[in-house]
């Protein structure tokens, strides 16, 4: 077992410190009180819970490379959507995100050059077709069939510029 790198984190932890001065969240359950889960993308430029007017306690968030609906993101909705009372999804990758820019076999070269790292054996499940994609993860979330019934999901695609989601018909 490792030491925990102080000096590394050191800033976050002097943040936390300040942050439970005014800690205001104890209130709260692990339930989505407005019902919502949001799959975006780990892009910082995305505060996902602002995007919809919500705060804290609101709703699920769940973040990867490109917003893409995966076996873990499926796993996690399961849970939501029986435990932790969400009856909504809205899938939400992002404008002017690399995951939507080019394909596989660019991101395997791109790190194998840039980094020397053969990273083949990993599916980072690019697209250019952003659309595309999202249609596809949307029905593949409205057809699973471990999430709970009644559930409703919808696409979006959240501009990075502008602040606007734009909804999209899959």
């Keep these: 077992m490792g030491t925990f790198p102080k000096d590394a984190f050191q800033d976050l932890i002097a943040a936390n410190d300040e942050y439970v001065n005014s800690f205001k969240?104890?209130?709260l359950t692990g339930r989505a009180q407005k019902g919502l889960a949001i799959v975006t993308c780990m892009d910082s430029r995305i505060n996902p819970l602002s995007v919809v007017g919500m705060r804290s306690g609101?709703?699920?968030i769940l973040r990867n490379a490109g917003a893409r609906v995966t076996e873990d993101v499926l796993r996690t909705l399961v849970?939501?959507?029986y435990l932790l009372n969400v009856n909504r999804i809205l899938i939400?990758?992002?404008t002017d995100c690399l995951m939507a820019q080019g394909s596989e076999s660019?991101?395997?070269a791109l790190l194998e050059k840039d980094f020397g790292v053969d990273t083949r054996?990993?599916?980072f499940k690019t697209t250019t077709d952003q659309v595309g994609a999202l249609t596809t993860d949307v029905t593949r979330v409205r057809s699973y069939p471990f999430l709970r019934e009644g559930i409703t999901v919808g696409g979006a695609i959240y501009?990075?510029?502008t602040g606007t989601i734009k909804p999209v018909d899959c």
């Design 25 to 27: 969240y104890s209130e």
């Design 58 to 60: 609101d709703a699920k």
């Design 79 to 81: 849970l939501a959507t």
């Design 92 to 94: 939400m990758p992002h």
């Design 106 to 108: 660019d991101i395997h």
């Design 121 to 123: 054996s990993l599916e």
């Design 159 to 161: 501009d990075v510029k």
